[in-house]
Structures are given as C-alpha cells and as structure tokens.
C-alpha cells in the first residue's frame, strides 16, 4: 500500500488528505477504487504491471475486447477462405468429391507413417496397457475403428486378434500389405463401416476398442461411443488418440478456424476444431484416463488427447 501511496503522490502531488481518502476507497472497495485511481492518472503514470494489479476490472474489459476483434477477424478470413474453396464445395454437392476418397488411403498412408515417426513414444506408452484387457485364460480380441493403412497394428501385442473397420474400402490393398508386414497377429476380417454403425459386430464381443485420428472425422461423435460402448465386453476398454481443438487464447486456435474449410477436404472430411474430449466426459465409462499433450506436429494438429475408458 505504501509503494502506491508514493507514486500516485509524486505524479499527482496529492496532499495527505487525498492519500487518506484513495486508500479508504482502495480498502473498502478494492476493484471500484483501482478503477477509478487508474482512470484518474494521466497514461503512462503507472507502470502496466501496477494497472493491472490495480484494475482487474480493466483487465478483463480488455481482454474481452481482444477476444471480440479476434472472433471478428477469425469470421472474416474463415469466409475468405470459404470463398476460395468454393470449387470444392460445388465439387462436394455434386458428387465429385468421391474421387478424392480413391486417392486419400495413398495420402493417408504417407502421412501415418510420418506421423508414427513423430508419435511413436507416445503410441508404445499409450498401448503398452493392452494386455492388462486380455480375459483370463484366452486371448485379447481388439476391434480397430477407422483401421486405415493399419499403422498401429506394430504397438498391438503377440497374439492378438484384430478386426479391422473403415468406412472407406479402398484401403484394402495398404491393409493387407500391413497384416503381411505384422506377422505376429492374427487378423479376423476387415469391415466396411462407419463408426456409428458397426452393426456387423455382435453386442460385448470384443475386449479392447481402438480409435486414432479418427473422431475428427465421424459425423456423430457421442453415436460412435454408444457403438463402442455396446460391443465393449465389461471390463473392456477404448483406446484412443485424437487431435483436438487448440486454447482459444492461442494463434493455432485463430487458424485452425480460419483453414478449416480447406482442412475438411484435404483431410476427408477432418475437423480440426472438435472439443473430443467432452463427448469422452460425457460417455460414461467406470474410469476415463485421459491426458492433454502438444505433439510434436505442425501447429493445426498439436493438440491432442490421450488415454482410454473402462467400460
């Protein structure tokens, strides 16, 4: 109180009296008194460390004001960049963006094996817990969502017995390279389908679930959990890794909206903006283990959630 009491006095030359009276008003109503102290001082008389220790207040009318310009410039280059991706739209309407769904296992498979590279610690803690899932006795069914080229079958362990869905059936050809490759599983069937309907699959039949940079994609996320939840056995659990949405107070945030619309057809059908793991909160498993983590990608993937629920 004191260190104040000698600033404000030197720029202002308050008398004592005023001094009293400030530090009457900093006492009885500490947020109203600063404000009105800093208002009070011409710019530039106290240092921004001592206005902002003095002006909480102040403090967050500004920072409301950087989120609104930030929100407004973030809307005007989405539509900017929603413009330029207008052929692409048109492309989407009209059924031509089925094309690309024949060239993306090719990209896809590119990209996981960089992404393995970068992830590869990540992925071996992650699934070192799998067998902890295997029924007494027996061995450790596991049922991948989204399997892909298959880039995770190298974390799963000895003996296990893989089913493997995806939506997209032209990833046949890089899977079955993969099941070649890892040898030491044994693989039930692959499955065309969507995450929200694994119909094909009977109720509490598998042990383990897994689902990696995959419920970015999904049309219905808390869907997709209610499938898993039903082919879980009890006991079971689903393993996942995702990107996420970044702090809203963060660059990658701004251009992860910003380039969304672009991401969506780059990455067939990828959202780059989903808060995953709140539908995981809200999904109901005995025991949820989930980390945030910054990868080390580029800036639009960083975030990422990791872990896995109990059924």
């Known amino acids: 109180m004191k260190d104040w009491k000698i600033k404000v006095n030197s720029v202002l030359q308050l008398t004592p009296g005023h001094v009293c009276f400030l530090s009457k008003v900093l006492r009885d109503a500490p947020a109203e008194g600063a404000g009105l102290l800093c208002r009070s001082l011409p710019c530039g008389a106290l240092s921004c460390s001592d206005k902002l220790h003095l002006t909480p207040r102040c403090r967050r009318s500004r920072a409301t004001r950087s989120s609104a310009n930030m929100t407004l410039a973030m809307t005007l280059w989405k539509a900017v960049v929603n413009v330029l991706c207008l052929p692409l739209h048109l492309m989407h309407a009209m059924g031509l963006y089925n094309i690309y769904k024949r060239i993306f296992p090719m990209c896809q498979s590119s990209f996981s094996i960089a992404y393995n590279t970068k992830m590869h610690e990540q992925?071996?803690?992650?699934?070192?817990?799998?067998?902890?899932?295997?029924?007494?006795?027996?061995?450790?069914?596991?049922?991948e969502i989204g399997c892909g080229s298959g880039t995770n079958f190298q974390y799963y362990p000895p003996g296990c017995k893989v089913i493997c869905t995806d939506p997209n059936p032209h990833f046949e050809k890089y899977l079955s390279k993969t099941m070649a490759d890892n040898d030491h599983l044994s693989y039930e069937r692959f499955v065309v389908a969507t995450g929200e309907d694994l119909g094909s699959v009977g109720h509490e039949s598998v042990d383990v679930v897994v689902c990696t940079l995959v419920l970015c994609s999904v049309n219905d996320i808390p869907q997709t959990l209610r499938e898993v939840h039903r082919i879980l056995r009890p006991g079971g659990a689903f393993y996942f890794?995702?990107?996420?949405?970044?702090?809203?107070?963060?660059?990658?945030?701004?251009?992860?909206?910003?380039?969304?619309?672009?991401?969506?057809y780059f990455g067939d059908g990828c959202e780059v903006i989903r808060e995953t793991w709140k539908?995981?909160?809200?999904?109901?498993?005995?025991?949820?283990?989930?980390?945030?983590?910054?990868?080390?990608?580029?800036?639009?993937?960083k975030p990422h959630i990791v872990g896995y629920g109990v059924k």
Do not use: C, N
């Not at 992925?123 to 049922?143: D, N």
């Not at 949405?245 to 969506?264: E, G, I, K, N, R």
């Open 123 to 143: 992925k071996k803690e992650l699934f070192g817990s799998l067998t902890q899932f295997t029924k007494p006795g027996g061995r450790l069914t596991l049922l």
């Open 241 to 264: 890794m995702e990107h996420v949405v970044a702090d809203p107070s963060t660059w990658s945030y701004f251009f992860q909206h910003v380039l969304q619309p672009l991401w969506y």
């Open 279 to 301: 539908h995981l909160e809200a999904a109901g498993f005995s025991d949820l283990k989930l980390r945030h983590i910054q990868a080390p990608l580029v800036f639009m993937l």
